[in-house]
């Protein structure tokens, strides 16, 4: 079975004022989809095809050297997007509550506070060249940890730099597709709006799943 582009949980204009509806459409519609169309014209005929995304990602090195590339690519771009619609949704009392429970306590352990994780995580976006992604990981010895990656790199690739490995658990797209209609070249802008739309309790989930080497995704 093929990938297929998820279907958003909220409206394209439901984020509005931190991303605006054309941004989200264009976004989803146009880039996600064709990440989607060309990772499954990637996998076709290879030992990774029907494989689930996180078993494709983790194992870049076992496909076709050709088709490596491609696949790190459009892997990486498929799965980092779905992650992102998942860890957002329209502002409410949750998003501005901030994270809660274990989640926030490991927040805590890695950065000393919530303002300062928030501190941190803004500028690995920001300082992050060129395009990629900002994410919030679960590293294997069960710490939470902030990292980044260039273009669409995930943290879960073994072609990644060790210490930006880990389970994605929060991220935010940084390529300039992502905010330029609205924001332009202000990208730290965009990255504080982004907290007035996560979705903590899809956080929390995230890191339980994590936790128990499940997938994030579904
Ligand atoms: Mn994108």
């Known amino acids: 079975m093929s990938f297929e582009l998820p279907k958003l949980e909220y409206a394209y204009a439901?984020?509005?004022?931190?991303?605006?509806?054309?941004?989200?459409?264009?976004h989803h519609t146009k880039h996600h989809q064709a990440y989607t169309t060309k990772l499954n014209e990637g996998l076709t005929g290879t030992a990774f095809e029907n494989k689930p995304i996180e078993e494709v990602?983790?194992?870049?090195?076992?496909?076709?050297e050709?088709?490596?590339?491609?696949?790190?690519?459009n892997g990486g771009g498929f799965y980092n997007h779905s992650l992102f619609w998942r860890i957002l949704a329209p502002e409410s009392e949750m998003t501005a509550a901030g994270p809660q429970g274990e989640l926030a306590e490991g927040i805590k352990s890695a950065?000393?506070?919530i303002d300062d994780f928030k501190t941190t995580f803004e500028a690995k976006g920001a300082g992050q060249f060129g395009s990629g992604w900002a994410w919030l990981v679960l590293s294997s010895d069960g710490t939470l940890k902030v990292t980044s990656t260039p273009n669409q790199d995930n943290p879960l690739m073994a072609t990644v730099a060790p210490e930006e490995q880990g389970t994605p658990i929060l991220g935010v797209d940084v390529w300039e597709h992502a905010y330029y209609l609205h924001y332009q070249n202000r990208r730290p802008d965009y990255l504080k709006a982004f907290w007035s739309v996560v979705n903590w309790d899809r956080v929390s989930e995230n890191?339980?799943?994590?936790?128990?080497?499940?997938s994030i995704l579904c």
């Open 14 to 26: 439901a984020l509005e004022p931190a991303i605006d509806a054309r941004t989200m459409e264009i």
């Open 66 to 73: 050709a088709k490596c590339q491609g696949i790190r690519n």
């Open 111 to 113: 950065c000393g506070s």
């Open 207 to 214: 890191l339980d799943r994590a936790k128990k080497g499940e």
């Open 57 to 64: 990602l983790k194992n870049l090195s076992e496909l076709p």
